[in-house]
């Protein structure tokens, strides 16, 4: 079998729309592998932060993208391939399915579309543009990368993406002159799977889930971290971690430690969204607060039935 006539079932959404839960039941479902397109998920140690599956959901489902590399080692799309050929490969020896959940567009991007072969980027460079984020914010980016590439600046779905702004600057300062193919709307023509939620609930669920994280420890699990060599400029991104540290420091209390954090959950809701209804063809199943996991997870089964397993380029 060649990579190009692997195929998996999608399952997007933004954060907190129980996508993670109804992958697994449907995973149980269909003996299927699980792969996570999640980029904090592969974080080992980041669990309670990350709302990353169970040991009890994991023993009974296998997962792949999940406690791959330690929280100090930075993690870049081209390590979520090398991931994701492991796992459709070991699916392809044991005869299972594969269900790709995930709310990182661009790991989702690069499974439908291939991963562009872009110029190796400098160490330096990298370091330079984080800097600027960390002096100067989203702000700072943006304004940058306007004076370096307008056009590209422009052609952005979401220009408040940090992470994006940052690559996006690290390949104009290595020669690109325009965004990389995958980053572009509608190249690939696939219909995945989504959850939608209307915002009201979706808050609602936020707020639960920032109000889980700190009752189960999320203070204990950055010191943790913080005393085992600290997390990666690619791992602090992970909303609650930072504002979990500034607790620890004494700069926030818990109280406002929380409402940052869901402040910062709903903005990446949001953005997800967005990124989501611009850049990809989605047939978005509606969940409401009445619907158990298991009645959304035969809307999503019934969702993917009509249209089969979409092809992976790997």
């Keep these: 079998m060649t990579a190009q006539s692997y195929r998996a079932y999608f399952l997007v959404g933004p954060t907190a729309a129980g996508k993670t839960a109804v992958a697994q039941v449907l995973a149980e479902r269909r003996n299927a592998f699980i792969l996570s397109a999640d980029s904090m998920l592969v974080y080992r140690g980041m669990d309670v932060g990350t709302a990353k599956p169970t040991v009890v959901e994991r023993d009974g489902v296998r997962y792949w993208g999940v406690d791959v590399v330690a929280p100090t080692e930075p993690f870049t799309t081209a390590l979520f391939i090398e991931e994701a050929r492991r796992c459709f ?27 562009d072969l872009l110029p190796e980027v400098d160490p330096g460079v990298r370091a330079r543009w984080q800097s600027l984020f960390e002096r100067e914010g989203t702000g700072g980016l943006q304004a940058a990368l306007k004076r370096m590439n307008p056009d590209w600046f422009a052609s952005l779905a979401d220009p408040f993406n940090n992470r994006r702004l940052i690559r996006a600057l690290e390949l104009c300062d290595s020669g690109c002159k325009a965004p990389p193919s995958s980053w572009k709307q509608g190249v690939n023509g696939h219909t995945v799977t989504g959850l939608d939620w209307a915002r009201a609930d979706l808050t609602k669920r936020i707020d639960a889930r920032v109000r889980t994280m700190y009752s189960l420890g999320l203070r204990e699990e950055v010191e943790a971290l913080t005393n085992s060599g600290g997390l990666s400029a690619s791992a602090a991104q992970a909303i609650g971690y930072s504002e979990a540290l500034a607790w620890i420091k004494g700069g926030l209390s818990r109280d406002e430690a929380m409402a940052l954090t869901a402040a910062r959950t709903r903005q990446l809701a949001k953005r997800q969204m967005t990124w989501f209804r611009h850049q990809l063809t989605v047939s978005w199943v509606t969940v409401t607060a009445g619907d158990s996991v298991a009645a959304a997870a035969d809307r999503v089964a019934a969702d993917w039935e009509r249209r089969g397993p979409q092809p992976v380029k790997l």
């Design 89 to 115: 490969e070991a699916a392809t020896r044991d005869g299972r399915e594969v269900i790709v959940v995930g709310g990182t567009g661009l790991y989702v991007r690069a499974l439908l579309d291939g991963l």
